[in-house]
């Protein structure tokens, strides 16, 4: 009888050891598939050159013929070459990319617009924002909203609630209930700032299903930042 439980005890274990493994493997290609997503957002700055055409102008040779009669010097002009050549005007350009990754903890924050010079998210400041949130498999998909009160997103993804709530979101990041991802992706936001934030399964509901999202479903919220304070 001892052996009998003894087994299954150890059945159990290496069932729970198992499920873990695989549950890791998910996540890992959840992590493969944002940092996919990422690559596909160049970041940094990359210079161009314009060249800019100003106009034509005729580039005229004349020859000059000198004969001389009776001490009378003759000078004979004519246009031996015709040649159309373009002014031109080099103008380095620099086209700087808005978009800037930032990690922490679990999380990743693609920076899309940075506005301001404001103070940085703290982990227990305040914060003003409207937010989209979309389960995340490989790309953010309107398909795959689940919540927002960003009613140009709601319109435009056809998302349609019973009584809609469009009203500004404002929380201490310190003292309010959020999944992990989420709050690891918030710190560090300045006002004005727009950015995707993006974090696998584990880092989300984990083993859990929440309303329409599965279990273990990678996240992406877009955000918008309206206002920061850490007084």
Not at 96 to 103: A, F, K, M, N, P
């Amino acid at each position: 009888m001892k052996n009998r439980i003894f087994a299954l005890l150890l059945l159990c274990i290496a069932g729970s050891s198992c499920l873990k493994e695989k549950l890791e493997e998910g996540y890992n290609k959840q992590e493969a598939n944002i940092d996919s997503y990422i690559a596909k957002n160049p970041t940094g700055q990359r210079d161009s050159v314009i060249i800019d055409t100003l106009g034509t102008y005729l580039d005229t040779t004349f020859v000059y013929d000198t004969t001389y009669v009776d001490d009378v010097t003759i000078i004979d002009t004519s246009i031996a070459n015709i040649e159309l050549k373009y002014k031109t005007e080099k103008r380095d350009t620099v086209i700087t990319d808005s978009l800037r990754v930032v990690y922490n903890g679990g999380a990743t924050r693609l920076v899309r617009l940075e506005e301001g010079n404001g103070p940085e998210l703290s982990a227990d400041g305040n914060i003003a924002f409207y937010y989209a949130g979309y389960t995340f498999n490989g790309s953010i998909d309107k398909r795959n909203l689940f919540v927002t009160n960003h009613q140009a997103t709601a319109e435009s993804s056809n998302f349609s609630l019973t009584d809609p709530d469009y009203s500004l979101y404002e929380i201490n990041l310190g003292e309010t209930e959020l999944i992990e991802g989420l709050r690891d992706g918030l710190i560090g936001v300045r006002a004005g700032e727009q950015c995707d934030i993006l974090f696998s399964g584990k880092y989300a509901f984990g083993n859990s299903v929440f309303g329409t999202i599965p279990a273990n479903s990678a996240l992406a919220f877009q955000i918008w930042v309206v206002g920061v304070s850490n007084d």
